[in-house]
């Protein structure tokens, strides 16, 4: 899949899981990523980041460690005891390796509180943090989201924070998407794919269809690219702004053409900031 994803100009490759670092074979698969020229990023929980910071250092470009609170309450909502001191002792060593780390925080009914102290502890590891709202399956997590007014006035304080904290990695147009409830195209199909456990593409979260795209043990991705399913998946997604979760809001704003040339021009430009916290 690597290779043909380089031969198909495909830039980056994240990693994610379930936890990755469970893989006996993940760092060959990094070092494959890393072989072939990707940007490489991989999204751990870091109960297992202490014993291996230092070989993510020389492979991954940009790992984000999950934490959701800034103190051991953080174990009771993980349902593990420790993993709040492995987190941070891992990122701690991560840096110390050299390698490029930042925190990710999903805000829920039971951390809702808590990002004001979460900047903080970015500021005090000296990484930057990135928040997103919890995402709701049906039949599951349901009580645990916010209300709109929760989320309202939790990513309120998130965008005066950023207005004056380097720390905060969201761009200022994702946190005015989910305060003022702005509109967006998604761009989901034109920017990534992604590539289950079992070799399924499907869309991401997407609010609307949850339909297969293709499967890679049956089809090359070259297949995939061009199959009747993306492209009804490309037309479903025009103009939909449904999805509140950064990874599409992010990637479909900075994907917009119309915001790309009214950011491009600012004193403060964005996308120079955007690089700046994500490339180098």
Known sequence: MLDEAKDLNFAAYLVWGGEPLMRPDVFEILQHARKNDFYTSLITNGILLPENAERLAELVD????????YSEYHDVMRGQKGTFKKAVKGIIKLRNAGGRVAINCVLSKMN???????????????????FDQMEVFAGYNEELALTTDEKTGAFQ??????????????????????????????????IYLVVT??????????????SPLGDLRKQSLGEILNSKPLKQFTELSKGCS???????????????ARRFFTNFY???????????????
């Open 62 to 69: 940009l790992t984000f460690v999950s934490l959701d609170h």
């Open 112 to 130: 809702q509180d808590s990002a004001m102290k979460m900047v903080e502890l970015a500021c005090l590891l000296g990484v930057k943090i990135a």
């Open 157 to 190: 304080k998130i965008q005066e924070t950023k207005s004056y904290e380097r720390y905060v990695l969201n761009s200022s147009e994702y946190l005015q998407h989910i305060i003022n409830h702005t509109k967006y195209s998604c761009a989901q199909p034109s």
């Open 197 to 210: 456990e079992d070799g399924k593409v499907t869309p991401f979260w997407c609010q609307k269809t949850n």
């Open 242 to 256: 449904l999805c509140g979760n950064s990874v599409t809001v992010e990637t479909s704003i900075y994907y917009s």
């Open 266 to 280: 600012k004193w403060n430009n964005p996308y120079l900031k955007f690089l700046a916290d994500f490339a180098f």
